[in-house]
């Protein structure tokens, strides 16, 4: 009996071991089925004349035809073979239709899309556009579809393997999807509405209001403004109140300040230069995810070879060179986002405050549709200064009274926006001179690019300049009366009020999101920037030598030594270095001597196999927290990441910041020094928790993974290890190689947003110019090309940027050709 049963248990393991590789056969061969093959011949509608595209052997699609129209039909093809999915996705995004794909847990993500309503504004800039760009649009939009209708035709799997496990239909890609992809980005490196309601609830819970520049705290330099009390704005507000914040998904555009768009750009005339040619440098900054936002591509247009990054979607290169011409994008920081508070009307809530008097709301109906769930229907409303926000928008509900509701002024929401159609144009720019002029036509998201043509370097602000009352206010600083005429957008400033340098006198130009300009407001640009540290390394290693190099360039782009670490710990620490004598093995005091004895003999490089930057790293977020949660209550909270100049304002007392150091709740009168070493005392404890007191074992890279995770299937519990790319790196929050952290537990330091893209540019030998992206070019997981680049990428290697046809043919990895179908 007992052998019956031994037989039948086999028999059951052995036909559930047989289905399981059955299954995952299947599952294998039917993701594979998408897998695109590069070298094949196919015909295609839409077409003038032949096109062919030869990968490289990094998979880089060198696209040739006979018009532009043709090339960028190509690069839609290859767009949509590589990524389909991301490209899918984003429109879903922008439209507020990821809930039809995957159901509840993006219903709030849609709804805020819908009331910002990017789409539509996308559809209404289709009347903006000139002839020649839109052919070049539906050219593109053309070479998506022709890609879909081979998947179609051919039974390719879809597509992409994620619509097997989502099956959602796919519509024909279209002009306004592209114009749409511009309007995301735009929302995604936005970081001034977050900003602004951040700033009036600090103003609320704080009791000394001469406080708030201390934790806000404007770039270093003159032309710092006082602010009013948010509470003098709108009496009656609760000094703390709960909100629900931005939507935590990793499908989510919302972010917040700290992780909104970061860049470094930098570049050298030839009197700078070891070659005699001119230098560029550029890495934009934003979330990292698998696929890496950022695609390569070489097009080979009537004027010429162009080369660098692009976004799946939008139909140019963001960031590259041409033979003549190299360009690079920081975000400008630019306060392009203003919040009203709209008075309501008592007797007819469907009306609103102007300075004219009440107005009707502008609204219409939405339906949002759910994946296995019933559809929700929402009212769209929009006043003269912008869309109507709801409460659980950007903890908008905390800082709204009673009988108002929140809109939002933003240069993303004019549909009299051509910046993609300036994007097109501005590769075919023979000069600096031809490529600002372009620019003109740019809107937004507002971005500061820097130039390099074969003898002169240039960089401008690019986008619309909001042109604001000089009696705003707040100055558009904190959400404001939206009533009031002082307070309302007047325009646009004109393009040549930008920011612009040319041909500097010392030979170098650069900029890592630091302040640019100080201009009295309204002409300021912005009382927001996005960096007062990395730009102290960039002045001393750019200053450090007499000529520069492209070596010189990639040994700048990736720079790990912190200028932070540097200034602060000797700040902080200058009363507990060598103090006190020794104490026993195994006590606190113990290992608090230890850690101080490592950080005394760093030289502040964050380097992924050193214990110092996380002990450090731990020490300023168990610091900062501790200075700032007795007078902010829960909201210090939402303080995720270290301010810099907030901890040096305390440690130096300026303005009497040193108050933040005693704890209110207390009897004793705490010194800036104790709460350092309780701070340290805290950080310690937390480190020995997640990874133990063998402090000269710690590695900062354990902590500091970079997490490329793919944002649906890298939640599946087996799927994440296939998908997700997860890598020990170096750098951090301030440092040149910029690895900007999580902010909050359970794993506050993940390197979370960075360098997608770096690219080096030698103008003197142009097809010597390099770059990489953190990925690789694939967006399937089954594809060696779905993360060859990244270990590149990890160890600060490129791979070469050349126009060189020939080397793109040798070893290549197919070359297809489209043409034209009869």
């Not at 009656?236 to 914040?245: D, S």
């Not at 660098?308 to 392009?336: H, M």
């Not at 009696?471 to 600083?477: D, E, F, I, L, V």
Request: proline share 7%; hydrophobic share 40%; with cysteine.
């Amino acid at each position: 009996m007992l052998g019956k049963v031994f037989v039948w248990l086999f028999r059951i393991a052995t036909g559930l071991v047989v289905l399981t590789v059955i299954a995952v056969a299947l599952i294998y061969w039917f993701a594979s089925r998408s897998l695109p093959e590069y070298d094949k011949v196919i015909e295609v509608p839409g077409l003038s004349a032949p096109v062919e595209i030869v990968r490289d052997n990094a998979n880089v699609p060198h696209i040739f035809g006979e018009t532009d129209e043709d090339v960028l039909f190509g690069l839609g093809y290859a767009h949509a073979q590589d990524r389909l999915w991301q490209m899918l996705t984003m429109r879903w995004t922008v439209q507020g239709r990821l809930s039809e794909v995957f159901g509840l847990r993006t219903l709030r993500i849609d709804r805020q899309m819908r009331r910002l309503d990017l789409y539509t504004v996308a559809r209404q800039a289709i009347d903006y556009q000139d002839a020649e760009s839109m052919a070049k649009f539906r050219a593109y939009a053309a070479g998506v579809n022709a890609r879909l209708e081979e998947v179609n035709t051919d039974a390719l799997g879809r597509g992409a393997p994620e619509l097997f496990l989502f099956n959602a239909p796919v519509a024909p890609w279209t002009p306004t999807d592209t114009l749409a992809m511009g309007k995301l980005m735009a929302l995604q490196l936005s970081g001034h509405l977050s900003n602004e309601v951040l700033r009036a609830r600090a103003s609320l819970a704080l009791e000394d209001p001469a406080r708030l520049p201390d934790i806000m705290p404007d770039a270093p330099g003159a032309g710092i403004a006082a602010l009013p009390e948010y509470a003098a704005l709108f009496p009656g507000l609760p000094r703390y109140a709960q909100g629900l914040g931005l939507p935590d998904d990793p499908l989510s555009p919302f972010n917040p300040t700290p992780l909104a768009g970061a860049s470094n750009a930098f570049a050298a005339a030839p009197s700078r230069s070891a070659s005699g040619g001119t230098l560029l440098a550029n890495d934009p900054h934003l979330g990292f995810s698998a696929p890496a936002i950022w695609y390569l591509a070489r097009l080979e247009l009537q004027s010429g070879g162009v080369i660098g990054g692009t976004i799946p979607g939008i139909p140019s290169v963001l960031t590259g060179r041409s033979e003549r011409l190299g360009w690079g994008l920081t975000s400008s920081y630019l306060d392009d986002q203003d919040v009203h508070i709209e008075a309501l009307n008592p007797s007819n809530p469907n009306e609103y405050q102007t300075p004219e008097g009440f107005k009707e709301f502008e609204s219409r109906g939405t339906i949002v549709r759910i994946k296995d769930g019933d559809p929700v229907t929402m009212t769209l409303r929009r006043t003269e200064n912008g869309p109507v926000l709801s409460g659980n928008d950007y903890n908008l509900a905390t800082i709204t009274p009673p009988g108002h509701v929140a809109t939002v002024s933003w240069t993303a929401l004019d549909p009299e926006d051509r910046s993609l159609a300036a994007g097109i144009r501005l590769m075919s720019a023979p000069n600096i001179t031809e490529a600002l002029s372009v620019m003109e036509d740019y809107t937004a998201p507002s971005q500061n690019l820097t130039l390099v043509d074969r003898d002169t370097i240039a960089m401008k602000m690019i986008g619309r300049m909001p042109a604001r009352d000089p009696a705003h206010a707040s100055q558009g600083r904190m959400p404001t009366q939206g009533w009031l005429a002082e307070n309302r957008w007047q325009g646009y400033l004109p393009y040549a009020e930008n920011p612009e340098f040319r041909s500097p006198v010392g030979g170098i130009l650069g900029n890592t999101n630091n302040k640019l300009v100080d201009r009295p407001f309204p002409n300021h640009v912005s009382f927001l920037w996005g960096d007062t540290q990395r730009v102290h390394r960039w002045q001393r290693l750019m200053q450090s030598r007499e000529v520069h190099t492209r070596d010189s360039f990639i040994e700048a782009q990736l720079d790990t030594v912190s200028f932070t670490a540097r200034s602060l710990l000797p700040l902080v620490g200058k009363d507990l270095w060598f103090t006190g004598e020794a104490a026993p093995e195994g006590t606190p005091e113990r290992l608090r001597q230890r850690a101080l004895e490592l950080l005394a003999g760093w030289n502040g490089e964050m380097n992924e196999h050193l214990p110092e930057p996380l002990i450090y790293s731990a020490w300023l977020r168990a610091l900062q927290h501790r200075l700032i949660q007795d007078e902010l209550g829960p909201l210090a909270n939402e303080f995720t990441h270290v301010e810099p100049v907030f901890l040096e304002r305390v440690y130096r007392n300026i303005d009497g910041a040193g108050d933040w150091c005693d704890i209110q709740q207390s009897s004793p009168v705490e010194t800036c020094t104790d709460i350092a070493r309780m701070a340290l005392d805290d950080a310690l404890i937390w480190i020995d928790e997640t990874y133990g007191d063998a402090l000269e074992s710690l590695r900062w890279g354990d902590a500091h993974q970079a997490t490329h995770d793919h944002p649906i299937l890298g939640e599946i519990a087996v799927l994440k290890h296939f998908v997700n790319i997860r890598q020990s790196t170096s750098g951090g929050d301030n440092t040149l190689l910029r690895g900007k952290t999580k902010g909050t537990l359970p794993d506050p330091f993940l390197n979370v947003h960075g360098a997608g893209y770096r690219g080096v540019y030698d103008f003197a030998d142009p097809n010597s110019s390099v770059f990489v992206t953190s990925t690789g070019q694939s967006g399937h997981f089954l594809s060696r090309h779905y993360d060859d680049l990244s270990q590149l990428w990890r160890r600060g290697e490129y791979v070469p940027m050349s126009l060189d046809e020939e080397l793109a043919r040798a070893a290549n990895e197919g070359i297809t050709i489209l043409r034209p179908a009869p």
